[in-house]
């Protein structure tokens, strides 16, 4: 027998075989459990599982008694009395997922002493195998410590995903042993021991390609403008950086300047309508409310004053909010009611909020705790610790691709949310607190407040404390173009005033209140009103990190809300602290009854289902229009949303240095496309000719240095064939690059450029115009013969990879990579923009942004996002409008950054020109000899 878990052994044939069900789940669908088998074979217990999946397996865990996370997983449970005089009585249990790790946690009650616990030394041994449509597993387990007469049981475990919650199958039921007997057996040879590999997601390999000459003269040359001082001394990886920050500033300035003329309740208001106006285009409409859809899945009253209810009702279809309402036992008259938004560090079920929902319902008051999107039974991605990170990162990128937001979202939840409550008879619609919880739940809670009127009190905690905060990659706690629509966090919580506001913060303040730069505007807003007293504060204890961190919202600041809630709406102070936590499991909302009734989805499957809507309306529009109308239509519909992107017509040029090489020169230049950012430039020439000569623009996130050393043949091919090969990285790339990862936390400058209304891509392409422009205008160029090159250098994903992983958490077993679209992006967006543009090459780009939407997953880089392009255009259509131009499109990815077929990218790309070439092979002297071919005379 061969122990690899393909379960092709002839003993599987004969083996005792344990249907895995559960009837509770029977009837909604949810597919079988699969079957376990368990034999003898000579001297070991043979046991197998067969398990049935069509979706995504959730598995993170390798090796020998790991800490598991949430994941897929099954069991095998013993009870039995030991052979061995030493030991009486042993429980084991077996744990494995589908990449064969293997928990067996078993502990015998000692013969000598009966209150110690004593471990199994014996050997285990164990295989699995991942289908496309099962994973299975074999296991061998010696017998020397069985006992002949025991009890088993069989359980299966398939973690919750956006569409059902946690399942499980037994045998052979729920709580039941089955008792055994072990059979006799002649003496075998040991089960052979071959597991299989763990999936791999291994670069695919490059071709060898024949090193000449000249590549080697161009792989060798400095792919650096700067010298390391030069760079130290200029402030390069802080350039873009200090550029975004002297411009936060500039409008920081003037809305202090604009401050200083509020003298009247009516001068703040005109300030302020601004402000609104703007936000509100920003967020775009909120969805049409329809008739709440909700129901309570389970009662919890524990005896002690106060009940729970695990709710979960519809937002928008399809998309369900899990909540959990605390109320009195007994309501008395019409009770006042918090809705908390809780951070994004841990759900509604984490031991703050559960503590906060207790003791106030206790009281008196009623307590809505609902998880967030991406959180909890909300979960977006996959169940495990602080993957919440990751969900808000991808789902907040897919959002701005099709016009919407995060925010917006949460801020819409949250308003049904004070629905559901309101439909109860005994909630006071006069006293509805609303709490934000610290690091990210305060944002969504400024928002709703200032567009629901229902809500009496304001609580965001870390919100509005200071003018210029820096942009966060988490887009729920940015909103596009509040800096230079000056509707900073500070004007969006003072929106609302004179309604009630507690001005709050997690950690002691690091100055005094009064001498915080904000405070003074918030008291002045309120004396405007004659309403000073419905303005408080509330305050944690040190600094961050350090005593002053919290979860959600801990004892010391309720204690301190208590009085403050009780003074203005008579919210009844808790005599005690009521600290008893129910666990996790007991909280949960969503019941498969109700996952098979109300059928909910992931978010991205509601979203793609509007932008193929509107993105098929869009197109109607432009295929009406003349091809040079609809090429103008899409220049202005994308400008706005890509923010100026108009070319430097007189941009400041440097020539550095100049290299002569034995088959080449290279010219190293820097370019200042507008104030403070500073490009770098390298030309190579085949020879110093005066005559004007063809050139390639090449572009890529790895940069110029990635080029060179990758791309050398190309290079080289394209020198032969005496073309210029111009190198640049436009900001904050390559050479500019402050070598961040490419993870979440390396988008903190494309959002900040959303604050200040424009997009990274869109400087970016301002950019690449101007060097357009430039190199258009020298003497030894000829300025109808330049083409571009957009390249990536991030391998694909390989076509079964299924394990994703947050960015933010540790690596997990099988490697995970992004894309890196911008260069064929950009490559295309100067084309459109430039008419002058006589070729396009990309390699390695999207095959369409929509593809971003076809999974709940996406490994895109948000500094490619740009917001609600999906309701105007995709990729294709933006190729479409380069005719006649010729395209080469080449090595396209989806939007999990796996390698797109070729009649998938046909599929797409169809209709979009005769002028267009699509492949799938790699190599790059095709792409070089296809481009020295268009860019050269006719």
Not at 660 to 682: R, S, Y
């Amino acid at each position: 027998m061969i122990l690899d878990g393909e379960l092709d052994d002839e003993i599987w044939q004969d083996a005792r075989k344990l249907a895995l069900e559960n009837r509770k789940i029977q009837p909604f669908g949810f597919g079988k459990g699969g079957e376990s088998r368990i034999a003898v074979r000579g001297d070991h217990l043979l046991l197998s599982a067969r398990l049935p999946e069509s979706g995504r397996l959730v598995a993170f865990s390798t090796g020998i008694n790991p800490v598991w996370w949430s994941e897929d997983t099954v069991s095998w449970i013993f009870r039995f009395r030991s052979r061995s005089a030493q030991t009486i009585f042993w429980n084991a249990s077996l744990v494995i997922n589908p990449f064969g790790a293997c928990s067996f946690r078993n502990k015998g009650i000692s013969a000598t002493s009966p209150t110690r616990a004593i471990e199994w030394a014996g050997d285990i041994q164990v295989a699995a195998a991942i289908r496309e449509d099962e994973w299975t597993v074999e296991v061998a387990l010696p017998l020397e410590e069985f006992g002949e007469i025991g009890m088993l049981k069989v359980e299966r475990t398939r973690a919750a995903r956006p569409d059902t919650p946690q399942l499980c199958w037994y045998w052979p039921e729920p709580n039941q042993f089955w008792k055994y007997e072990l059979s006799k057996s002649t003496p075998q040879p040991a089960p052979q021991f071959q597991p299989p590999p763990l999936p791999s997601n291994a670069a695919v390999p490059q071709p060898a390609s024949p090193e000449v000459p000249l590549a080697m003269e161009v792989e060798s040359l400095p792919d650096r403008v700067w010298t390391a001082e030069q760079r130290e001394v200029l402030g390069i990886e802080a350039m873009l950086g200090k550029s975004i920050q002297s411009r936060i500033e500039a409008f920081v300035e003037k809305d202090k300047q604009d401050w200083q003329e509020v003298k009247t309740a009516e001068d703040w208001e005109r300030f302020r309508d601004r402000g609104i106006r703007a936000m509100k285009d920003s967020l775009g409409a909120l969805p049409e409310p329809a008739p709440l859809v909700s129901m309570v899945t389970r009662r919890i009253n524990p005896g002690h004053g106060f009940v729970i209810e695990n709710v979960v009702y519809e937002s928008q279809p399809r998309i369900l909010v899990t909540a959990n309402l605390y109320s009195p036992e007994r309501p008395s008259g019409k009770i006042p009611a918090v809705v908390v938004v809780h951070s994004h560090h841990q759900p509604k079920t984490q031991l703050e909020l559960q503590n906060l929902g207790m003791t106030w319902a206790r009281a008196g008051t009623a307590v809505l705790v609902m998880d967030q999107l991406c959180a909890g039974e909300r979960l977006q991605s996959q169940p495990w610790n602080r993957e919440s990170y990751y969900g808000r990162y991808a789902l907040g990128s897919q959002l701005y691709l099709a016009g919407e937001s995060m925010l917006k979202w949460m801020v819409w939840d949250i308003m049904r949310g004070i629905d559901l409550l309101l439909e109860r008879s005994y909630i006071d619609p006069d006293r509805i607190v609303l709490l934000g919880a610290v690091a990210g739940g305060g944002e969504p809670t400024a928002v709703t407040t200032l567009l629901d009127p229902r809500i009496s009190v304001s609580i965001p905690f870390n919100c509005g404390h200071s003018h210029s905060a820096w942009a966060y990659w988490e887009t729920p706690r940015n909103i596009p173009g509040s800096i230079v629509g000056q509707f900073f966090e500070w004007t969006i919580c003072q929106a609302a005033a004179p309604r009630y506001f507690i001005y709050s913060h997690e950690a002691g303040w690091q100055r005094t209140t009064e001498e915080r730069a904000l405070w003074g505007r918030y008291e002045r807003i309120f004396e405007l009103y004659n309403a000073r007293n419905n303005l408080a504060v509330v305050d944690g204890i040190g600094k961050i990190p350090g005593p002053g961190d919290c979860v959600n919202v801990s004892t010391f600041h309720r204690n301190r809300i208590d009085p403050i809630l009780n003074r203005w709406l008579q919210v009844p102070v808790p005599d005690l602290e009521y600290q008893n936590p129910l666990p996790e499991k007991e909280l949960v909302c969503l019941t498969p009854e109700v996952a098979a009734e109300l059928a909910p989805q992931a978010a991205s499957s509601l979203v793609i289902e509007q932008v193929r809507k509107r993105l098929a309306d869009s197109r109607k529009v432009l295929a009406a229009l003349p091809k040079t109308e609809r090429r103008e239509r899409l220049r202005r519909q994308l400008g706005d949303r890509l923010g100026d992107s108009t070319p430097n017509p007189n941009p400041v040029v440097q020539e550095l240095w100049s290299r002569k090489g034995p088959n080449l020169v290279q010219q190293a230049f820097v370019m200042e496309t507008e104030p403070g950012i500073l490009i770098p430039v390298i030309l190579i020439l085949p020879s110093l000719e005066s005559s004007p000569k063809p050139a390639v623009i090449a572009f890529a996130q790895g940069g110029k240095e990635r080029f060179l050393s990758e791309r050398s043949n190309g290079i080289a091919e394209l020198l032969e064939a005496g073309v210029v090969v111009c190198l640049t990285d436009p900001r904050g790339i390559g050479e500019l690059s402050d070598h961040t990862s490419r993870g979440p936390s390396a988008m903190d400058h494309a959002a900040n450029e959303l604050l200040l209304g424009r997009t990274l891509v869109g400087a970016r392409l301002r950019d690449a115009r101007t060097l357009f422009h430039w190199l258009a205008q020298r003497p030894d160029i000829h300025a109808s013969q330049i083409a571009l090159w957009g390249d990536s250098f991030s391998h694909p994903n390989a076509p079964d990879f299924e394990f994703d992983q947050s960015y933010l958490q540790k690596p997990g077993p099988v490697e995970q990579r992004q894309s890196e679209p911008l260069g064929p992006f950009l490559a295309v967006l100067t084309a459109l923009y430039e008419d002058q543009v006589v070729a396009v090459a990309g390699r390695g780009g999207l095959v369409s942004f929509l593809s971003v939407l076809e999974d709940r997953f996406c490994h895109l880089p948000q500094d490619v996002v740009v917001p609600g392009i999906l309701e105007i255009a995709d990729l294709s259509d933006l190729v479409a409008s380069l005719a006649p131009r010729p395209v080469l499109l080449q090595e396209l990815v989806s939007g999990l950054n796996k390698k797109v077929s070729l009649s998938d990218m046909e599929r797409e790309y169809g209709a979009a020109t005769s002028r267009l070439e699509l492949r799938d092979q790699r190599g790059d002297s095709s792409l070089a000899h296809w481009l020295s071919r268009e860019c050269q005379p006719n």
